[in-house]
């Protein structure tokens, strides 16, 4: 990834994670807050708003690439979430992977699209002052979807400067953004606004047009402090989704063609948030409360005239949601017998409402028939403890109990689906920190997580199409995990880390191709490897290499095949960077990731796909500047996404035919932004 770099610590205590009961004076140099003694486990670490500013990005959601080993793609209209991958999982559009922003939870559990649904376009990449990221269900503050890892985005409460931007590109790209602060009473008030563009390289234009609005008071220091947010977005776009193979391959459809060129959809979302951090010389308070209301009218057809030969099979999901939440903790500070020792509680509730929830046949977006409606109440409460002691200078351990209790309500307009569900885990977390040793520390963690199934799930009785018999879903699927690893900065300049770790899921969560959506299935077992490197060549060169490498297979036979469709194996990133050569700036990352098994038994495999992006940039003076960004450097012809599944185009038999569904990755484009500050 680009301009990652190690951190320079000026004066650290060693296990500087632990560093709630000490002061100490921690300077940050470079991207990454992340050295020796900042952190619980090797794969745990943070990103600074630098390197945000210095990495092009070809959408919003690739905020989410900047954690090592993520990789972000997208199968439909870029207003629709992105397709995320990581640790051996096709996460599709969230599951397992949880993302918050200023505390307040982007999945979106019971979706009309995909359980644990992650749209990131409500966010303005400028106003994001830190990412802290996690993987592995090691940790008691993180709940549902965390299996996989966690995001933790907050926005800054203060920019060192005012600015005004526009960038221009190829395909009718224009992307117009105003950031900036101001003193206001005793705190500071932080505003942005974007208004964006984009028709893509598809042969139908894309017409995703969006804008979003950011208006933040905060008040205090870091230490003691409050924020509240308020947030909105609106977008609408035609989507380009995966499409067969075989219709490329024959000339009948342009690589950037589509099936069905009514597909498409419209979002909005409005929030609103609070949070609140309280430090004594013994106790740290942090709160936080939000409440958001969105709306998603999403049209889909990706097996064309597979079920209905006549119409075709496009369909309507729509929701309408108002959620709101809390998360309080408490944290004391203390000596036992000699030895540093903290204790925290803390309480997360979230309740979701939905009304309608729904999922329609139609075409070219009319409507034909309703397969089923909804409305549904979810709430949920998580409560934990964790203590941490710091037995010596070189060990430090870190022991938590987490307790989530949820209730799933549904009311359907298919009877016998309709009900109410209660269900409750209960996950233990245990983390072993040694070290440092000649500025290396090493890491053992094991802990254990969950993800909630849709809630139309743990009542179903009939299946909405068919009206055929089937049996409720789990409501909590367990998750199981550990990981040994190890950071050293040794060599001058290097920051290198390292994770051996393993995965075992109850159920997992795998794409339906005739459906549209994802199913619960097979449980499965992951494992791998991952080797992070950033180092700081000098002063205005930065160099980074990501490598990972992992397995996935289900955990009961079935002749079916034992493979986990879309679980992905190798992943690299390198990237270089250079800042403030004069005037001149200029970034490059590679990424990488390899074959897929694409259905169970291995038979059929997705291609690889690399793809390198680059940037050149230009200080005329203190106010004025300019970069140039070049997406799909290489013009290399690959794939975003790919899916094997049966569908039928017209003249094929009944039954459809087994293919390669895949989305292309858009091909070489440059864009051009001009910036002033004011």
Same mark, same amino acid.
């Given at each position: 990834?680009?301009?990652?770099?190690?951190?320079?610590?000026?004066?650290?205590?060693?296990?500087?994670?632990? =560093?709630?009961?000490? %002061?100490?004076?921690?300077?940050?140099?470079?991207?990454?807050?992340?050295?020796?003694?900042?952190?619980?486990?090797?794969?745990?670490?943070?990103? @600074?708003?630098?390197? /945000?500013?210095?990495?092009?990005?070809?959408?919003?959601? !690739?905020?989410?690439?900047?954690?090592?080993?993520?990789?972000? @793609?997208?199968?439909?209209?870029?207003?629709?979430?992105?397709?995320?991958?990581?640790?051996?999982?096709?996460?599709?559009?969230? @599951?397992?992977?949880?993302?918050?922003?200023?505390?307040?939870?982007?999945?979106?559990?019971?979706?009309?699209?995909?359980?644990?649904?992650?749209?990131?376009?409500?966010?303005?990449? !400028?106003?994001?002052?830190?990412?802290?990221?996690?993987?592995?269900?090691?940790?008691?503050?993180?709940?549902?979807?965390?299996?996989?890892?966690?995001?933790? *985005?907050?926005?800054?409460?203060?920019?060192? !400067?005012?600015?005004?931007?526009?960038?221009?590109?190829?395909?009718?790209?224009?992307?117009?953004?105003?950031?900036?602060?101001?003193?206001?009473?005793?705190?500071?008030?932080?505003?942005?606004?974007?208004?964006?563009?984009?028709?893509?390289?598809?042969?139908?234009?894309?017409?995703?047009?969006?804008?979003?609005?950011?208006?933040? +008071?905060?008040?205090?220091?870091?230490?003691?402090?409050?924020?509240?947010?308020?947030?909105? +977005?609106?977008?609408?776009? #035609?989507? =380009?989704?995966?499409?067969?193979?075989? &219709?490329?391959?024959?000339? !009948?459809?342009?690589? +950037?063609? &589509?099936?069905?060129?009514?597909?498409?959809?419209?979002?909005?979302?409005?929030?609103?948030?609070? $949070?609140?951090?309280?430090?004594?010389?013994?106790?740290?308070?942090?709160?936080? &409360?939000?409440?958001?209301?969105?709306?998603? *009218?999403?049209?889909?057809?990706? @097996?064309?005239?597979?079920? %209905?030969?006549?119409?075709?099979?496009?369909?309507?999901?729509?929701?309408?949601?108002?959620?709101?939440?809390?998360?309080?903790?408490?944290?004391?500070?203390?000596?036992?017998?000699?030895?540093?020792?903290?204790?925290?509680?803390?309480?997360?509730?979230? #309740?979701?409402?939905?009304?309608?929830?729904?999922?329609?046949?139609?075409?070219?977006?009319?409507?034909?028939?309703?397969?089923?409606?909804?409305?549904?109440?979810?709430?949920?409460?998580?409560?934990?403890?964790?203590? $941490?002691?710091?037995?010596?200078?070189?060990?430090?351990? $870190?022991?938590?109990?987490?307790?989530?209790?949820?209730?799933?309500?549904?009311?359907?307009?298919?009877?016998?689906?309709?009900?109410?569900?209660?269900?409750? $885990?209960?996950?233990?977390?245990?983390?072993?920190?040694?070290?440092?040793?000649?500025?290396?520390?090493?890491?053992?963690?094991?802990?254990?997580?969950?993800?909630?199934?849709?809630?139309?799930?743990?009542?179903?009785?009939?299946?909405?199409?068919?009206?055929?018999?089937?049996?409720?879903?789990?409501?909590?699927?367990?998750?199981?995990?550990?990981?040994?690893?190890?950071?050293?900065?040794?060599?001058?300049?290097?920051?290198?880390?390292?994770?051996?770790?393993?995965?075992? =899921?109850?159920?997992?969560?795998?794409?339906?191709?005739?459906?549209?959506?994802?199913?619960?299935?097979?449980?499965?077992?992951?494992?791998?490897?991952?080797?992070?490197?950033?180092? /700081?060549?000098?002063?205005?060169?930065?160099?980074?290499?990501?490598?990972?490498?992992?397995?996935?297979? +289900?955990?009961?036979?079935?002749?079916?095949?034992?493979?986990?469709?879309?679980? /992905?194996?190798?992943?690299?990133?390198?990237?270089?960077?250079?800042?403030?050569?004069?005037?001149?700036?200029?970034?490059?990352?590679?990424?990488?990731?390899?074959?897929?098994?694409?259905?169970?038994?291995?038979?059929?495999?997705?291609?690889?796909?690399?793809?390198?992006?680059?940037?050149?940039?230009?200080?005329?003076?203190?106010?004025?500047?300019?970069?140039?960004?070049?997406?799909?450097?290489?013009?290399?012809?690959?794939?975003?996404?790919?899916?094997?599944?049966?569908?039928?185009?017209?003249?094929?038999?009944?039954?459809?035919?087994?293919?390669?569904?895949?989305?292309? &990755?858009?091909?070489?484009?440059?864009?051009?932004?001009?910036?002033?500050?004011?």
């Amino acid at each position: 990834m680009i301009g990652k770099s190690l951190v320079a610590l000026v004066a650290m205590v060693p296990l500087a994670a632990f =560093s709630e009961t000490v %002061d100490t004076t921690v300077e940050v140099r470079g991207h990454y807050d992340n050295g020796v003694g900042t952190s619980g486990a090797a794969s745990q670490g943070a990103v @600074t708003a630098e390197l /945000i500013a210095n990495r092009p990005a070809l959408r919003a959601g !690739e905020l989410l690439e900047f954690v090592p080993g993520v990789i972000v @793609t997208q199968h439909s209209g870029d207003g629709k979430a992105n397709q995320y991958f990581l640790r051996g999982f096709n996460l599709d559009h969230g @599951t397992d992977f949880a993302t918050f922003v200023d505390g307040m939870p982007v999945n979106m559990r019971t979706h009309a699209h995909g359980q644990g649904y992650t749209d990131l376009n409500f966010l303005i990449p !400028e106003l994001v002052d830190r990412i802290n990221y996690k993987k592995g269900p090691y940790y008691a503050d993180e709940g549902d979807f965390a299996s996989a890892g966690a995001a933790h *985005m907050t926005l800054a409460n203060k920019l060192k !400067e005012n600015t005004a931007s526009v960038t221009v590109g190829e395909n009718q790209y224009i992307r117009s953004v105003v950031t900036g602060s101001t003193p206001l009473g005793a705190g500071n008030l932080v505003y942005g606004a974007e208004l964006g563009h984009n028709n893509g390289p598809w042969v139908e234009p894309e017409a995703f047009h969006k804008s979003l609005g950011v208006l933040r +008071y905060s008040q205090g220091a870091s230490d003691d402090q409050f924020s509240v947010t308020g947030m909105f +977005y609106k977008g609408a776009w #035609y989507a =380009s989704n995966q499409i067969p193979l075989r &219709a490329v391959q024959s000339g !009948e459809l342009d690589p +950037y063609g &589509a099936i069905d060129t009514s597909d498409g959809g419209a979002t909005s979302r409005y929030s609103l948030s609070a $949070t609140l951090r309280k430090r004594t010389s013994d106790t740290l308070l942090q709160a936080n &409360a939000y409440l958001v209301q969105s709306s998603l *009218m999403l049209y889909n057809d990706f @097996t064309y005239f597979l079920d %209905d030969p006549v119409n075709g099979d496009q369909s309507r999901q729509t929701e309408k949601r108002r959620l709101g939440g809390f998360d309080v903790a408490q944290t004391w500070f203390s000596h036992w017998g000699g030895l540093d020792v903290s204790n925290k509680v803390g309480v997360q509730g979230r #309740y979701d409402y939905l009304s309608p929830l729904a999922l329609h046949a139609t075409r070219n977006q009319q409507t034909l028939r309703t397969i089923s409606e909804s409305r549904v109440q979810e709430g949920s409460v998580g409560a934990y403890l964790e203590n $941490t002691v710091q037995w010596r200078d070189w060990l430090r351990t $870190t022991a938590g109990l987490r307790y989530d209790r949820y209730r799933f309500d549904v009311d359907s307009n298919i009877a016998e689906n309709s009900g109410k569900v209660s269900a409750g $885990t209960t996950s233990p977390k245990v983390s072993v920190v040694l070290g440092p040793w000649a500025k290396t520390e090493f890491f053992v963690n094991y802990g254990e997580g969950f993800h909630s199934n849709d809630a139309r799930g743990t009542t179903v009785h009939l299946t909405p199409k068919e009206r055929e018999p089937i049996d409720p879903v789990t409501p909590l699927v367990k998750t199981r995990g550990a990981e040994i690893g190890a950071r050293t900065e040794f060599l001058p300049g290097l920051q290198s880390s390292v994770a051996v770790w393993k995965l075992r =899921s109850d159920s997992e969560l795998v794409f339906s191709g005739d459906a549209g959506d994802t199913s619960a299935s097979r449980g499965s077992y992951r494992s791998g490897i991952e080797w992070n490197n950033h180092y /700081i060549a000098n002063s205005w060169l930065l160099f980074d290499l990501d490598l990972a490498y992992s397995r996935a297979h +289900y955990t009961e036979h079935d002749e079916a095949g034992d493979y986990i469709p879309g679980a /992905i194996g190798k992943v690299a990133s390198f990237g270089a960077t250079i800042t403030d050569l004069g005037p001149w700036s200029a970034a490059f990352q590679m990424r990488y990731f390899g074959p897929r098994p694409l259905i169970e038994d291995n038979s059929v495999r997705s291609a690889t796909t690399a793809i390198a992006y680059a940037r050149v940039g230009y200080k005329f003076n203190r106010r004025w500047s300019m970069q140039l960004d070049a997406f799909n450097l290489f013009d290399r012809k690959v794939s975003d996404v790919d899916y094997y599944y049966a569908s039928r185009l017209p003249g094929e038999p009944a039954e459809g035919v087994d293919d390669i569904h895949y989305h292309p &990755a858009e091909r070489r484009s440059f864009r051009m932004t001009v910036k002033a500050v004011f």
